[in-house]
Each structure stands twice: as C-alpha cells, then as structure tokens.
C-alpha cells in the first residue's frame, strides 16, 4: 500500500550554485528509481542552520512529497546516506490524523 511522503533534504552545495538544479533532478530521478512516485518538488532555497553542522553553516534545502511503499522509502533513506552531497534528510509520512483525547477516551470504553 502506497503512502505519501514528505521528504525534505538539506544539500550541501558550496560554491556550486548553478549546480542546484541539476542536483535536485538528479536526486527525483533516484527517488524515482526506488518505486517513488514524485508529486512536487518544492525549493526552499539556501538556509541557515541555527548550529553548525559538520563545519557547515548553511545548506540548500528541497522538499520531495511523493508516493511510496515502505519498503521504498527504507531504501531510499539508505542510498540518500550515502550520497555525499546530502548533509541532512527528514522523512515525515502524510496524511497520519492522531486521534484527539476524547477519541482515545470512547476507543478505551468501546475495548
């Protein structure tokens, strides 16, 4: 079963501005290899970390949502580990309503 994806990748892309764009249809087409399927690319430009990270102060920051399996996305998170250009990458699954307190509450009374 297919669910939708949010992900957002921090790139490190120091001193290769023009390079942006090639990176990022290279990263969909890798997604793509995996069995995900891409709806939007969103970029969110050059950003600053509030903290360092690996020396880094700032990274180019894009958002895939896509449609995927699991498995996929599992398989996508380890191949986009080691890709050297990947500084950071954020998996968020849509769509996921948690039910309020007072759904818990008549969900433990009906158990």
């Not at 087409?29 to 020396?55: C, I, M, N, S």
């Not at 894009?62 to 449609?67: D, E, L, M």
């Amino acid at each position: 079963m297919k669910n939708r994806y949010e992900i957002l990748l921090a790139l490190n892309s120091a001193g290769k501005e023009e390079t942006n764009k090639d990176l990022i249809e290279r990263l969909e087409k890798a997604l793509a290899a995996e069995g995900a399927q891409v709806e939007q690319v969103q970029r969110l430009e050059r950003r600053e970390f509030a903290y360092p990270h690996d020396k880094l102060k700032s990274a180019y920051f894009v958002n895939y949502i896509v449609s995927a399996e699991p498995s996929a996305i599992a398989k996508i998170r380890t191949k986009l580990t080691l890709d050297e250009e990947v500084v950071l990458q954020n998996y968020l699954r849509k769509g996921v309503a948690k039910p309020s307190g007072k759904a818990r509450k008549a969900a433990r009374k009906k158990a």
